[in-house]
């Protein structure tokens, strides 16, 4: 029954019916949930899967977006939208608690902040996010500690005492980034450099070192690419992937509380727990 929705999944003493959207009922011995997610709605993720388990009684854990890029709440960001920076890190806080830390790209967008490096991170923090407010620091420069680059900004600052701080910023930012650093770190792009002082030199280190921004919320499932979340695996046999309470009722892929970072290992969730389930229901 190609492109039919199920609308209701019920047991009987000789296995399942299954009543479609147009009104017609089908009967199966075994059945194999596999209706993924929330996220990509337009696949036909809906989450019709999490309604079926809990019509049978079993547990549904909440559900968030994951793998799904930032709102931020600095309005700078707008101005680097497309810029995308590659080794850097960044350091995830709820107040002093440290929520994430990691190496890698992220990319700046017209709404916040995404890629690879901000994905990965929303698999961690996803929960956190959507209940308040966090801080993400950025570290442009990680490969140096901030005494090293802090340095390296004296022995740039010397060899260049004359110029504007305009034409000495792009030695140390891409051009795109270099245009709002100049708000950021309250220098006058038209200040000589034997004219900058030290406390102007200090936040100069610390945007380079710990750029601030206002992580405000997550985007919607429609970017998520994962659902984090769903049918509980305490409920299921982790080796059939067969329900310990409903026989012959099977639940697979994203429909499942499992989710990871990326890299293919969500998409290897889907496959394991796919041939598990279809090994065991055929058995």
Not at 33 to 59: H, M, P, W
Not at 244 to 255: A, Q, S
Request: include cysteine; charge should be negative; charged fraction near 25%.
């Amino acid at each position: 029954h190609l492109n039919t929705e199920v609308k209701k999944v019920l047991k009987n003493d000789t296995g399942f019916i299954l009543q479609l959207a147009d009104g017609t009922k089908d009967m199966a011995d075994k059945v194999i949930v596999a209706t993924g997610g929330i996220s990509y709605e337009s696949t036909g993720s809906t989450g019709d899967g999490y309604r079926f388990a809990e019509e049978f009684g079993l547990k549904v854990t909440e559900c968030c977006p994951s793998l799904v890029p930032f709102n931020v709440r600095e309005d700078w960001v707008k101005e680097l939208q497309g810029l995308s920076l590659k080794n850097v890190s960044i350091l995830i806080k709820d107040g002093k608690k440290k929520l994430f830390s990691d190496f890698g790209e992220m990319m700046f967008t017209h709404f916040g902040v995404t890629g690879p490096l901000i994905l990965t991170a929303s698999s961690v923090c996803a929960r956190k996010i959507r209940e308040k407010e966090v801080k993400l620091y950025l570290d442009l420069k990680p490969a140096l500690t901030k005494e090293q680059l802090d340095a390296r900004i004296l022995r740039e600052f010397d060899a260049n005492a004359n110029k504007q701080f305009r034409n000495v910023l792009p030695s140390f930012l891409p051009s795109k980034l270099v245009s709002v650093m100049y708000e950021l770190c309250e220098i006058a792009p038209e200040k000589r450099i034997h004219d900058i002082t030290k406390e102007e030199r200090e936040r100069f280190l610390s945007c380079l070192k710990e750029l601030e921004l206002t992580v405000t919320g997550l985007r919607g499932y429609n970017e998520a690419i994962i659902t984090k979340g769903g049918v509980s695996v305490k409920e299921i046999d982790p080796s059939t992937m067969e329900s310990k309470t409903v026989p012959g009722l099977y639940f697979i892929g994203e429909v499942l509380d499992l989710d990871a970072v990326t890299g293919g290992f969500n998409l290897q969730i889907a496959w394991s727990t796919a041939v598990a389930a279809a090994n065991a229901a055929t058995e």
